[in-house]
């Protein structure tokens, strides 16, 4: 600490020496000679294991290993010339291998201008450990070695925090989880990168959570043990040539992985690819789904979206607000449906929401939306009319959709299916009550029919119906509802029968009817 002594004076070696200490560096490895040997020597003082290597190169790998395997950067001490020349394999070894190293060379004496070479210390740091990990090259001119400078000119400079962790898109990570879950053949690659990234644990989580057999890359290895049953790795080609869908953790489609072309792969393979580098995505295939973000950030995002499939209102009211035309109407009814949907759903023009209003009527969407649908028809055409229903409120009208298809009105309907009033039971559960029973006396009376295909209502005169139950199906749906203006649809979107509203802050919200 050379904050106390502040008279005092101290060689440019030892500054160095503390600038690697504050940031963490445990080993340096080099071979030593003009200008850095007082480096060394400043640094074993400091208590920094020094290892002197025989080549520059092999010391250079081995402090890139040390990056790899500590997540802070080693170093690499070198002489000027030759000796940087000789670090250059490891350095570029480091960098295609994505792992953080520091390399420290001599270089003449500085010229005239001052350069705040101590400053530079935490910026190499950082960019050696902070997005895709890499080598980083730190020049330090011969004087300022033995300068003797006032302890108290020394600028303090901290550790460099570890990076930040990034997550991906949300509803990236929904799409990626409806293509892992309607994958017939899915593979998982492990690569270094997941390794890097401390993401065995979640990974391992969401290897058993999705049975997903897997295929470590070469350094990939141990991050779910080898021994693990939906290991693949004995049976990598056929893995590699089998699978529909690829998501790639930590792992490049380099010469490793065939370039994630044909004939080692199918050719409509669909890869997901998770990186932290985003010049990564889309390399040599065009991938279905790209997360960008930490590994293990991004591993636990898709655990926790797993557990929202079956979709809940909050995820059908995301999807659907990222697709609402700005000028369109909002028709809703409902109890759930009506009240988060308010609350997600947004109105950009006056007079462009009906509801269930004053007196909470059940069933005047299907009248609201044909009148919406006729102004909108005589005044703006082209606009669109959203009409959002709940399951039992649609059944309040649904014939009207006859009415529809009749005048062939610019309307969407959507049906939030949770098969009952309020809330509903899925099937196993109403097969379960029904084994003994009739219907009349055991079945509660807010529940509905399950899985009922309200689409088929519309599909019976002419519409468009879909039935929807993932993230995935319910985007392209709405998509194509949008852009075919030759006809009514409506979608019919399956969400969790248990689904409710978030736990309110206020308890006066928490009843059900509210
Ligand atoms: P392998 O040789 O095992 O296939 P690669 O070196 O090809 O592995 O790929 C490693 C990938 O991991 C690189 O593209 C790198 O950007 C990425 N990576 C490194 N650290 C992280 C991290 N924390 N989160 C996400 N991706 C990472
Ligand atoms: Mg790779």
């Not at 792992?251 to 380099?254: D, E, G, I, K, S």
């Given at each position: 600490n050379f904050a106390e002594r502040s008279e005092e004076q101290v060689s440019g070696a030892k500054v160095i020496a503390q600038a690697l200490k504050t940031q963490d560096v445990e080993y340096v490895f080099g071979i030593v000679g003009i200008p850095v040997t007082e480096i060394a020597i400043a640094a074993q003082q400091l208590g920094i294991k020094y290892i002197g290597m025989r080549n520059e190169q092999a010391a250079c790998y081995a402090a890139s290993a040390i990056g790899y395997l500590t997540g802070r950067p080693g170093v690499c001490l070198v002489v000027s010339g030759p000796g940087l020349i000789h670090a250059l394999g490891g350095m570029a070894n480091a960098n295609m291998n994505c792992w953080p190293l520091l390399v420290i060379g001599g270089s003449p004496e500085r010229n005239q201008e001052t350069m705040g070479a101590f400053q530079e210390f935490p910026q190499a740091v950082r960019s050696s450990i902070y997005g895709r990990p890499g080598a980083c090259y730190v020049d330090i001119p011969a004087d300022f070695v033995n300068l003797q400078v006032n302890v108290s000119s020394i600028k303090h400079v901290e550790r460099c925090m570890s990076p930040p962790i990034s997550m991906a898109e949300t509803s990236a990570v929904c799409t990626a989880a409806s293509v892992i879950k309607n994958a017939k053949q899915p593979l998982l690659i492990i690569g270094k990168g997941a390794a890097y990234a401390h993401a065995e644990e979640s990974i391992q989580k969401l290897v058993e959570q999705y049975k997903l057999p897997f295929l470590p890359t070469p350094m990939g290895k141990g991050v779910v043990p080898d021994n693990h049953p939906y290991c693949v790795g004995a049976a990598r080609s056929r893995a590699l040539q089998f699978a529909d869908v690829i998501v790639l953790f930590g792992?490049?489609?380099?010469w490793i992985l065939h370039f994630g072309l044909p004939p080692r792969y199918q050719p409509d393979v669909k890869f997901i690819q998770v990186d932290i580098c985003a010049e990564e995505l889309g390399n040599n295939v065009k991938p279905a789904v790209t997360l960008l973000g930490d590994i293990n950030a991004v591993t636990k995002q898709e655990l926790a979206s797993k557990k929202s499939l079956p979709m809940n209102y909050y995820t059908v009211f995301y999807h659907v607000q990222e697709q609402l035309p700005r000028d369109c109407f909002v028709v809703s009814e409902g109890a759930n449906t009506m009240d988060i949907g308010r609350t997600v759903l947004q109105n950009y023009l006056p007079r462009h929401r009906l509801d269930a209003g004053t007196f909470g009527t059940m069933g005047v969407g299907l009248g609201f939306a044909i009148a919406a649908a006729m102004v909108a028809k005589d005044r703006s055409p082209g606009q669109r009319v959203i009409c959002v229903e709940g399951d039992s409120a649609f059944g309040f009208s649904g014939m009207e959709v006859e009415t529809i298809c009749r005048y062939n009105l610019p309307i969407i309907l959507l049906v939030v299916n949770n098969n009952g009033i309020y809330q509903g039971f899925d099937t196993d559960t109403w097969k379960e009550m029904l084994k003994f029973q009739d219907a009349a006396s055991v079945v509660p009376p807010m529940c509905l029919l399950p899985n009922s295909h309200y689409e088929q209502v519309m599909t019976a005169f002419g519409g468009k119906g879909y039935f929807v139950q993932t993230p995935e199906e319910l985007q392209k749906s709405l998509r194509q509802s949008l852009a075919d203006t030759a006809k009514p649809s409506l979608i019919n979107i399956m969400i969790e029968p248990q689904a409710t509203r978030k736990t309110q802050d206020f308890h006066w919200l928490t009843r059900s009817n509210m």
């Open positions: 792992a490049r489609l380099n």
